[in-house]
C-alpha cells in the first residue's frame, strides 16, 4: 500500500522529508543525494516561491502637515465649542437682564399706578369739598345780599315816610305863613290908626315877633322843598 504524502505547496517540502528519511540511513548514495538534492521546481519550470511568514505590521506616520492641520483644526473646533457656550452663557443673561428689567418696569408701571390712583381720588375729594364750600358761601352771600336789601329797602320806605309826612307838615305850615301874612298886614293897618306911642311901640315889638317867624317859616318850608326834590331824585333813581 502507498503510503498518501500531505499536500504540500511546493515540491521543495515533499522532497525535504524524502531527503530528511535518505540521510537517516536507508542506504542512499551520497551522489544521488546531491542530484535529487536539486529543486525539482526548477527542472519542472515552477516558478520560486518565497516563504510564506507573518508581516509585522508598520505604524503609518502621518506627515508633519496633516498633524499641523489635525491640531488646528481640534484648536478651532474647541474654540468654536467654547464660543458657542459663552453665546449662551451670554443669551441666558439677556434674558435674565430682560426679565428683570419688565418686572421692574411692571413693578415701576403699579406703583405709579396705584399712587396716581389715591392722588386722583383726593383730587376729586378736594373738588367736592370745593364745591361744597363754593355752594356754602354762594347761599351765605346770597342770603347777606337779601337781608341787606330789605333792610335797604325799610330804611328808605322809612325815610320816604318821614318825607312825605314832613311834605304835609310844609303844607300845613304854608297855610301859616300865609295866615300870618294876613295877620301882619292886618297890624300894620292897625298901626296905622294907633294914635298913642306907648301903642305904636308895642306894636312895632309885636310885627318883628311876627316878622321873625315869617322868616323862620320860610327857612323851614325852603329845606322841606329841598329834601322833596332829593327824594324825587332818589326815585329817579330807583326807576
Known sequence: MKPVAKP???????????????????????????????????????????PSFATP??????????????????????RILRLETELERINRELEDTKRRKR???????????????????ENSKTVEELKTNHKAQISKLQEEHFLEVNRLKENFNRQLDDITSS?????????????????????????????????VAALKLEQMKVHDLNLSLKDLIRNQQNDNEKVCYLKGELI
Open 103 to 121: 418686572e421692574d418696569e411692571e413693578d415701576l408701571e403699579s406703583f405709579w399706578k396705584s399712587k396716581l390712583e389715591v392722588q386722583s381720588k
Open 167 to 199: 311834605a304835609n307838615q310844609v303844607g300845613d305850615i304854608v297855610a301859616v305863613v300865609g295866615k300870618v301874612d294876613v295877620l301882619s298886614h292886618s297890624i300894620d293897618k292897625i298901626a296905622a290908626d294907633v294914635a298913642l306911642v306907648d301903642d
Open 57 to 78: 505590521a508598520i505604524p503609518v506616520v502621518a506627515p508633519p502637515q496633516q498633524m499641523l492641520a489635525a491640531s488646528t483644526d481640534n484648536f478651532d473646533a474647541g
Open 8 to 50: 504540500s505547496t511546493s515540491l521543495n517540502d515533499l522532497l525535504g522529508q524524502n531527503l530528511g528519511a535518505g540521510s537517516s540511513g536507508v542506504g542512499l548514495a551520497t551522489g544521488q543525494s546531491s542530484r535529487r538534492a536539486g529543486n525539482f521546481d526548477d527542472l519542472f519550470g515552477a516558478k520560486p516561491q518565497t
